[in-house]
Structure formats: structure tokens, C-alpha cells
T-cell receptor, first 113, second 115 residues
Framework: AQSVTQPDIHITVSEGASLELRCNYS??????LFWYVQSPGQGLQLLLK??????LVQGIKGFEAEFKRSQSSFNLRKPSVHWSDAAEYFC???????????FGTGTRLTIIP | DTGVSQDPRHKITKRGQNVTFRCDPI?????LYWYRQTLGQGPEFLTY????????KSRLLSDRFSAERPKGSFSTLEIQRTEQGDSAMYLC?????????????FGEGSRLTVL
């Protein structure tokens, strides 16, 4: 069965500091991986996705993620966070045929001045 | 606004009552998904439609749950005889098949509170 693990429930980072959110997946076929962000009162928004090719993918808002097949990981990074990045971040895996995604439990990001 | 819209945004009901949620997807999207999100958890897949056909249902979708998309546009999710365990955020999302983007466009959700 497919699954996604986000080991960090809550992370606090100072504004301007770098960020890495961890994601590990278990998937029986070629994984298609996603990071979504959920801000309070707003719907989930896609940050970036990995289907194939270059294992370092760029997304919106200055985020990037690296796919490491050997580690079954797809960690999200940002070199310098902004206060507006405070939100809940979800990693997800799914098939190419449709968007029936399996989400992780999320990581809540708090930004301090 | 041409995004995914859901109605109502918040519903409070008593146990045993029926509730219905509506979702209007992005107009050109032919796929429509329902997910459920409980506190501290990520969204969980419930069901999805391609046009008017319901292609897959999760085991989470008990017999008390029914979803429709009669004309391939808006969709409704009905919960009969609600239970306190049904309290959750019900998320609707849409996508366009064939684009190979895998991107879901989510609505803001309908929060259900069962007393």
C-alpha cells in the first residue's frame, strides 16, 4: 500500500533562515510526487511536482524539492523563508493516470521574526 | 472568480440529520474529486468523477455517503444519518485529464460539525 510520512509535525524557523521539510514515501510503482501548501482559510495550492527527469524540481514561491529514489524521499527546501510562508505543508504521492493522491499528515511551519 | 467553489463553507448539524455539500469545479475541468480532512491529518481520497461517471470510491465512503455529478459539471456529496465521526473538512478539487500535470485545484472546503 502506498503511504507518505512527514516526520515533522511542527517546525519553527526564523525569517530569512533556510528551510527543509522532510517527506518519505512508499509506493509500488513509479512515484509521482507533489508538495501542496495550505494557508488558513484557503484551499491547498500546488507548490511543485515530480514526474520524471531532473531530480531537482523548482516550484512556485522560491521552493524546490529533490527526489532521491534510493532514500524514498522528496524533501522540500527554501533558502530563505518569508513570514508569508507560514502555513501547513503536505507531501503527496499518486499515479499518473489520475489525481487520487495519498497525502502525508502535514508539517506546520511557523516563522518567527 | 473562476476557481473551485464549495457551499456551504460551514455546516453544523445534529447527529442523525442529513447534509449535502455542493462543489462547482473549474469550468473546463472534467475530473472532480472529493477528499476528507480531519484535524491533524492530510486529505484522504473519497471519490472521483470523470465527467458524469463516478470512477472510483474509497473504502472510507460508507453506504451513508453518496456523491453525484449529474451533468458532468457541479457535484454534490450527501451524508445521511450523520455521526459525530463524520465531523471533518470536506474538500473538493478538480483537474483536467490528459494534461499530465497531476495538479489538483482545491476549493476552500466545507467544514462539517456534527453535534
Amino acid at each position: 500500500a502506498q503511504s507518505v510520512t512527514q516526520p515533522d509535525i511542527h517546525i519553527t524557523v526564523s525569517e530569512g533562515a533556510s528551510l527543509e521539510l522532510r517527506c518519505n514515501y512508499s509506493y509500488g510503482a513509479t512515484p509521482y510526487l507533489f508538495w501542496y501548501v495550505q494557508s488558513p482559510g484557503q484551499g491547498l495550492q500546488l507548490l511543485l511536482k515530480y514526474f520524471s527527469g531532473d531530480t531537482l524540481v523548482q516550484g512556485i514561491k522560491g521552493f524546490e524539492a529533490e527526489f532521491k529514489r534510493s532514500q524514498s524521499s522528496f524533501n522540500l527546501r527554501k533558502p530563505s523563508v518569508h513570514w508569508s510562508d507560514a502555513a501547513e505543508y503536505f507531501c503527496a504521492v499518486g499515479p499518473l493516470a489520475n489525481e487520487k493522491l495519498t497525502f502525508g499528515t502535514g508539517t506546520r511551519l511557523t516563522i518567527i521574526p | 472568480d473562476t476557481g473551485v467553489s464549495q457551499d456551504p463553507r460551514h455546516k453544523i448539524t445534529k447527529r442523525g440529520q442529513n447534509v449535502t455539500f455542493r462543489c462547482d469545479p473549474i469550468s473546463e475541468h472534467n475530473r472532480l474529486y472529493w477528499y476528507r480532512q480531519t484535524l491533524g491529518q492530510g486529505p484522504e481520497f473519497l471519490t472521483y468523477f470523470q465527467n458524469e461517471a463516478q470512477l472510483e470510491k474509497s473504502r472510507l465512503l460508507s453506504d451513508r455517503f453518496s456523491a453525484e455529478r449529474p451533468k458532468g459539471s457541479f457535484s454534490t456529496l450527501e451524508i445521511q444519518r450523520t455521526e459525530q465521526g463524520d465531523s471533518a473538512m470536506y474538500l473538493c478539487a478538480s483537474s483536467l485529464s490528459g494534461t499530465r500535470t497531476g495538479e489538483l485545484f482545491f476549493g476552500e472546503g466545507s467544514r462539517l460539525t456534527v453535534l
